[in-house]
T-cell receptor
Framework: DAGVIQSPRHEVTEMGQEVTLRCKPISGHNSLFWYRQTMMRGLELLIYFNNNVPIDDSGMPEDRFSAKMPNASFSTLKIQPSEPRDSAVYFC???????????FGPGTRLTVT | DQQVKQNSPSLSVQEGRISILNCDYTNSMFDYFLWYKKYPAEGPTFLISISSIKDKNEDGRFTVFLNKSAKHLSLHIVPSQPGDSAVYFCAASAPGGNEKLTFGTGTRLTIIP
C-alpha cells in the first residue's frame, strides 16, 4: 500500500506566484483533508471532502486559497497569489468515513520568498 | 480559540522511565480522542485512540487515560525508548457525522539515552 502521496515535497516560489499542491489519497478512502502546520498554530484544518464533495472550508484562510477534488483519487490545493505568510508545511490526509483514524501524507514544505 | 491544548511544548525523559504527555480540551461535545506521533519530515501517524465511553485504552507500551469531568487526557509511554522521540499531537472529534479532527499544538518528546 503506497499510502497518501503528496507532490511536490518541497516548493520554493516568489511572492505573487501561483502554487499548486497535489494529493493522491489511499485507494478506498472516501474522506480527504488538507491541513497546514505552522509553529504558531500547529495543525490547522483548511478544508475537507467527503466522496469528492467539499464539506467544510471554514479553515481556508482567504480567497487566495482554493481546493478541488475532481475524482476519488486526486485533489489539489491552490494558492494564488502566494504570500510569504503562506510559508508552512501542508499535509493531505485521507480516511474511511466513519472511522476516525486519518492517514497523513509526508507533506509539502512551501516557502514563499 | 484553541479547543484542544497541549500546554507543554517539550518534555525530556530518561530512557526506560515513564513519559506522560497531557492534553486538555474545552469542547464538552468531543467524544473521541486520538494521539498522533510525528517524526521530522514525515506526516503524523496514528498511535492510539479512546472513546468517551471509556476512561482507559492500552496498546502495548502506550496507554491513554481520559478524565471527562476534568476535560483532560493523557498518554503514558512506559518504558520510554529512544525511538519514541518525536512530536506528539492529541486530537479530538465531535459526534454527528462530523469527521473533523481538532488538533493540539503538539509536545516534542525527547528520550535521553
Amino acid at each position: 500500500d503506497a499510502g497518501v502521496i503528496q507532490s511536490p515535497r518541497h516548493e520554493v516560489t516568489e511572492m505573487g506566484q501561483e502554487v499548486t499542491l497535489r494529493c493522491k489519497p489511499i485507494s478506498g478512502h472516501n474522506s480527504l483533508f488538507w491541513y497546514r502546520q505552522t509553529m504558531m498554530r500547529g495543525l490547522e484544518l483548511l478544508i475537507y471532502f467527503n466522496n469528492n464533495v467539499p464539506i467544510d472550508d471554514s479553515g481556508m484562510p482567504e480567497d487566495r486559497f482554493s481546493a478541488k477534488m475532481p475524482n476519488a483519487s486526486f485533489s489539489t490545493l491552490k494558492i494564488q497569489p502566494s504570500e510569504p505568510r503562506d510559508s508552512a508545511v501542508y499535509f493531505c490526509a485521507s480516511m474511511v468515513r466513519g472511522i476516525y483514524e486519518q492517514y497523513f501524507g509526508p507533506g509539502t514544505r512551501l516557502t514563499v520568498t | 480559540d484553541q479547543q484542544v491544548k497541549q500546554n507543554s511544548p517539550s518534555l525530556s525523559v530518561q530512557e526506560g522511565r515513564i513519559s506522560i504527555l497531557n492534553c486538555d480540551y474545552t469542547n464538552s461535545m468531543f467524544d473521541y480522542f486520538l494521539w498522533y506521533k510525528k517524526y521530522p519530515a514525515e506526516g503524523p501517524t496514528f498511535l492510539i485512540s479512546i472513546s468517551s465511553i471509556k476512561d482507559k485504552n492500552e496498546d502495548g507500551r502506550f496507554t491513554v487515560f481520559l478524565n471527562k469531568s476534568a476535560k483532560h487526557l493523557s498518554l503514558h509511554i512506559v518504558p520510554s525508548q529512544p525511538g519514541d522521540s518525536a512530536v506528539y499531537f492529541c486530537a479530538a472529534s465531535a459526534p454527528g457525522g462530523n469527521e473533523k479532527l481538532t488538533f493540539g499544538t503538539g509536545t516534542r518528546l525527547t528520550i535521553i539515552p
